[in-house]
């Protein structure tokens, strides 16, 4: 059964600690990214992978930080760092930046 | 800001009736694509158009691209509760190797 899978569904931290959002997919897919959403607001590009063991940043990435050294894990790390961490976190595959994106369920993360 | 934008904000419809969404960009693309969000959900993609088309249909969905006018349109036929969601525009933008998403159309069905 072919998919991108998110952990946890929710998660919930202290203010200054580091929280790491899981993301794989069996999709073989080259690319994944991850967005951050916030209530009633479009996806924010974070960081974003075209192939293993590279990564680059998008419009949002200070405070978080990712690495990709298996084609199918692509792990965030929301730092301390991060002034406003509480969102709604999206993680997404594609074969390709040309191509669709497949999206996994999302990781719901409150830092109080 | 490259965001596109999508009109209207909020939608609310009976049953039944068709649904448009439009959304507009700035600059020049690859391709448009069109996600459908259910709260609290992750993404579905829809449709894909590529610069060089102009319209796409997937079953009761329609997709243009009006690369003059930078806009494109997303009409839902015969809508059902179902398709109650917030739906997203995504531009593939030339030059880049992001895509853009917009900040979406809530749709609401009324029954």
């Known amino acids: 059964d072919g998919g991108i899978t998110q952990s946890p569904k929710y998660l919930f931290r202290k203010e200054g600690q580091n929280v790491t959002l899981s993301c794989e997919q069996n999709l073989n897919h080259d690319a994944m990214y991850w967005y951050r959403q916030d209530p009633g607001q479009g996806l924010r590009l974070i960081y974003y992978s075209q192939i293993v063991n590279d990564f680059q940043k998008g419009d949002i990435a200070e405070g978080y930080s990712v690495s990709r050294e298996k084609k199918e894990s692509f792990p965030l790390t929301v730092t301390s760092a991060q002034k406003n961490p509480t969102a709604f976190y999206l993680c997404a595959s594609g074969a390709g930046t040309v191509y669709e994106q497949y999206f996994g369920p999302g990781t719901r993360l409150t830092v109080t | 800001s490259q965001q596109g934008e999508e009109d ?104």
């Open chain 2, 8 to 111: 209207p904000q909020a939608l609310s419809i009976q049953e039944g009736e068709n649904a448009t969404m439009n959304c507009s960009y700035k600059t020049s693309i690859n391709n448009l694509q069109w996600y459908r969000q259910n709260s609290g959900r992750g993404l579905v993609h829809l449709i894909l158009i590529r610069s060089n088309e102009r319209e796409k249909h997937s079953g009761r969905l329609r997709v243009t691209l009006d690369t003059s006018k930078k806009s494109s349109s997303l009409l839902i036929t015969a809508s059902r509760a179902a398709d109650t969601a917030s739906y997203f525009c995504a531009r593939k933008v030339n030059r880049d190797d992001k895509i853009i998403f917009g900040k979406g159309t809530r749709l609401h069905i009324l029954p």
